[in-house]
């Protein structure tokens, strides 16, 4: 209660049900994204259902570095810094290896991992703050390999964070969260899908709801002080990869 959040990647899905969460916990929180609008709408309905939090909207392309700049110095001038950063944004251009166009390989990795040493250069987190990000798929499905390789990179950067963030003596723990498949837009955004057919999926398998992950990240940040949770791989029970 009374913390302040920023959750990257508010607009829809996973990101806009962990921003709600944390905003009915009572913490203060920048939501941000391209589609600011859709935030406004969320914190709108945040503040009608009495939450006790706030939400702050921010629009931020998250794959321009200088806009990621702004950002965290917009946010340490208004809210003298973060205590937990919730690393979600991302996206997925899926192509074959061999024969697919790498132009979005690049993008991907911007959006999904570039703010993190923003996070930790521009701001002062107080003492038993988290930092979570969204984790990796464990198989690679047909054209997904490139995505699901950012997934594996963000398991790597989050332990990597948690060991400096150790050696340089903080207490801000870093937790990877690595979600099976979760009904939201991004099937239909970006694995180009038959709608239908994705709908038809998400109800024959009962896919996890992005509620399943916010509640996650809260669990994670209830942990008492001293507890260091690594990583929490959540899956449909029905999911076999
Ligand atoms: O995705 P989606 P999810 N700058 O597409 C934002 C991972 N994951 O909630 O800018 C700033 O509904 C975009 O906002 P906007 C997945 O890889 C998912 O399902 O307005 N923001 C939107 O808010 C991702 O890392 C599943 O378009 C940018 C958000 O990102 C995270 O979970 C399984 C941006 C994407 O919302 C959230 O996924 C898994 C940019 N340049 C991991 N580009 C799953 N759904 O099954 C995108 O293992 N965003």
């Not at 706030?54 to 629009?59: D, F, N």
């Not at 702004?70 to 074959?96: Q, R, W, Y």
């Not at 963000?154 to 723990?173: D, F, M, W, Y």
Request: charged content about 20%; hydrophobic content about 40%; glycine content about 8%.
């Amino acid at each position: 209660k009374g913390r302040v959040a920023l959750v990257t990647g508010a607009s829809v899905g996973i990101g806009a049900a962990v921003a709600r969460a944390l905003v009915q916990q009572g913490m203060r929180v920048v939501g941000c994204a391209r589609s600011v609008d859709k935030i406004e709408k969320l914190a709108a309905e945040c503040q009608s259902a009495g939450y006790s939090g706030t939400l702050i909207p921010y629009k931020c392309d998250l794959s321009n570095e200088e806009e990621i700049l702004s950002m965290f110095s917009a946010i340490k001038t208004l809210h003298k810094g973060v205590d937990v950063c919730i690393n979600n944004a991302g996206l997925a251009h899926n192509e074959p290896l061999l024969s697919g166009k790498t132009e979005g390989w690049r993008n991907m990795i911007d959006v999904g991992g570039s703010h993190t040493h923003a996070a930790y250069e521009g701001l002062t987190f107080s003492p038993a703050s988290c930092y979570s990000m969204g984790g990796h798929r464990m198989v690679p499905s047909a054209d997904e390999h490139f995505y699901c390789a950012t997934k594996y990179a963000v398991t790597a950067l989050t332990e990597g964070i948690r060991q400096e963030l150790r050696e340089a003596n903080t207490h801000i723990r870093a937790t990877c969260i690595s979600p099976g498949l979760v009904e939201t837009e991004f099937a239909f955004r970006h694995h180009n899908s038959d709608p239908e057919k994705a709908a038809a999926v998400y109800e024959s398998m009962k896919c996890l709801k992005a509620e399943d992950i916010a509640s996650a990240v809260t669990f994670v940040l209830g942990a008492p002080p001293h507890v260091q949770i690594g990583d929490v791989q959540m899956r449909p029970v029905e999911q076999v990869s």
